[in-house]
């Protein structure tokens, strides 16, 4: 299973970006997914979370309000809305997933995508 994370990139503060992780070598539908953040010199921050199916969404108090977790399962893909980004955005963020089936019940991480916000 890989996870291959995108759409990271400038922004400035205020604006919004959408980051997409696409999931190969698996069926999306057997991985609760997530989102993590890590900025230079802190510990891996959660962004957000959602069950396989959609039905259950959790989010950071860092960004709740703000990101909106959502998936295409037909396309193998998660996303992360940003809006209303600050510069303590920035960060490095990463995909992960969680098998939820008995064929697999492990953990995966993506590459991670870098996303700069400018004041």
């Known amino acids: 299973v890989q996870l291959q994370a995108s759409g990271g990139g400038l922004v400035q503060a205020g604006g919004s970006l959408r980051l997409s992780c696409v999931v190969s070598g698996s069926p999306l539908r057997y991985y609760a997914m997530a989102w993590f953040r890590q900025a230079p010199g802190k510990e891996r921050e959660f962004c957000a979370t959602?069950?396989?199916?959609?039905?259950?969404?959790q989010y950071g108090e860092a960004v709740k309000g703000r990101f909106n977790i959502s998936r295409d399962n037909a396309k193998n893909t998660v996303f992360l809305q940003m809006n209303s980004l600050k510069p303590d955005d920035t960060a490095t963020y990463y995909c992960?997933?969680?098998?939820?089936?008995?064929?697999?019940?492990?953990?995966?991480w993506g590459q991670g995508t870098q996303v700069t916000v400018s004041s």
């Open positions: 992960a997933a969680r098998g939820v089936v008995a064929a697999d019940g492990n953990d995966y």
């Open positions: 959602i069950a396989w199916d959609g039905t259950r969404i």
